[in-house]
């Protein structure tokens, strides 16, 4: 079940994404609530030499670190705008990527993950979506 701040914080980056939108450039929203209950939202920055591109959450985090420090993460999430050419126009919530995973894990390993769960949304811990994460350390 979502919280109201879990839907607050859905309409955070489906506001970023709306404010922002390019086609090909900037098509994914996201917001992250810091465990001091504040809220930052990004974009993704697309590039023509794709592997230069860096998503919304990474943005977000980036600016919840630059402006207030490292606060954690309470709960993160992403949506992304349809193009131009697709019929289904909605915005929609959808999962982090391997790499924003990491990323996120590696900032707050409790924080939840709100996820698309058929045509609604789930709540999620961010170990439960990156199992057996990568570690320097031997298991324990
Ligand atoms: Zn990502």
């Known amino acids: 079940m979502l919280s109201d701040q879990d839907k607050e914080l859905i309409e955070a980056a489906i506001d970023a994404i709306k404010q922002r939108y390019r086609d090909d450039w900037q098509e994914v929203g996201a917001a992250l609530r810091t465990r001091d209950g504040c809220i930052f939202t990004g974009v993704n920055i ?7 591109a860096v998503c919304a959450e990474a943005i977000a985090l980036g ?6 420090g490292d606060n954690g993460i309470d709960t993160i999430v992403a949506v992304r705008h349809p193009k131009p050419d697709e019929p289904d126009q909605a915005i929609k919530v959808v999962s982090p990527c391997g790499i924003c995973r990491e990323l996120i894990y590696d900032y707050d390993p409790k924080a939840r993950v709100i996820v698309p769960n058929g045509k609604t949304w789930a709540v ?6 990156l199992p057996n994460k990568y570690s320097r350390e031997p298991a324990r």
Not at 46 to 52: L, P
Not at 63 to 68: A, D, L, Q, V, Y
Not at 124 to 129: K, P
């Open 46 to 52: 697309d590039a023509y030499i794709g592997r230069m």
């Open 63 to 68: 600016r919840s670190i630059t402006e207030k």
């Open 124 to 129: 999620t811990l961010i170990s439960d979506l």
